[in-house]
């Protein structure tokens, strides 16, 4: 029989193979693939974010933990979509125009799907037009935009410019973070929210889908 606290453990520890293995065993054990997720992986990624936040992990742990979740993830997620378990919302995530960091944006994402969300990756480079075609083809609630670069920090306001422009602003919460964003640049071009860490990104996104 699968050993559950294990599953817990080896995402708290950024174990993947022990995440993955566990995981294998306990679909054949027979597991509801939900109750894995929200029992156990979703408990101790919100376990991770809080020692962030107390400054007992920091940001490779993050990582590591990030890894473990994800890739205990890819067996579940198609399991997941075969029960039909609605996600509690959809977010598209991107690095803004002209900036390629993503490791950042990664783990935004990573937590945000340990959060229950499905999350559209859009990669680095990305243009309002991408973040756009989001929103009115795969029917997104939040955007969520990562820069590194004082330099493409203002991709932000463009994106958020063309997102009004595209009378579509009303139907999606827009969300801002990496390491040179401030709230005040955030609230100065119009975005919903800031966030400085990955953590902060999922408990934001789901007071969006809240309401
Ligand atoms: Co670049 N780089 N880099 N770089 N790089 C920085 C950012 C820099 C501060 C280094 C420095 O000079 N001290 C500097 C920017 C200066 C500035 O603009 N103020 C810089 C520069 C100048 C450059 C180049 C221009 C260098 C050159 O070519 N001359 C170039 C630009 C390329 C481009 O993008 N067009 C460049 C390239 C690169 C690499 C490719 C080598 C590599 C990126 C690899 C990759 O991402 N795949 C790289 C790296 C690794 C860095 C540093 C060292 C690390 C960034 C990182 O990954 N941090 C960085 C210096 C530093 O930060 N110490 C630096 C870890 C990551 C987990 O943190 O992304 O902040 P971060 O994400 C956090 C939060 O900010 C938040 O959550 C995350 C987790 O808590 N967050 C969000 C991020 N996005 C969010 C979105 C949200 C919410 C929260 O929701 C919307």
Do not use: C, W
């Not at 991107?94 to 935004?108: A, M, Q, S, W, Y």
């Amino acid at each position: 029989m699968a050993d559950m606290q294990q599953l817990y453990d080896a995402v708290l520890n950024g174990d993947a193979n022990l995440a993955r293995s566990v995981t294998e065993k306990a679909i054949e054990d027979g597991f509801p693939p939900k109750d894995l997720l929200d029992s156990y992986m979703i408990p101790a990624m919100d376990e991770v974010g809080r020692l962030f936040e107390e400054d007992e992990y920091f940001v490779p742990e993050l990582l590591i933990s990030a890894r473990a979740m994800k890739s205990a993830l890819e067996i579940l997620r198609p399991l997941l979509a075969e029960g039909g378990v609605e996600p509690v919302g959809k977010v598209a995530i991107g690095t803004v125009k002209g900036d390629l960091h993503d490791i950042g944006k990664n783990l935004v994402a990573a937590m945000l799907e340990g959060g229950g969300f499905e999350v559209i990756d859009l990669g680095v480079d990305v243009g309002p037009e991408k973040f756009i075609a989001a929103v009115k083809e795969k029917g997104v609630q939040v955007v969520a935009m990562s820069a590194l670069l004082t330099t493409t920090m203002p991709s932000m306001k463009t994106t958020l410019q063309e997102i009004q422009a595209a009378g579509i602003r009303d139907q999606v919460k827009v969300m801002v973070g990496g390491a040179p964003v401030t709230e005040r640049y955030a609230s100065e071009i119009g975005a919903d929210a800031y966030s400085d860490n990955a953590s902060a990104a999922v408990t934001i996104a789901r007071s969006f889908v809240n309401g």
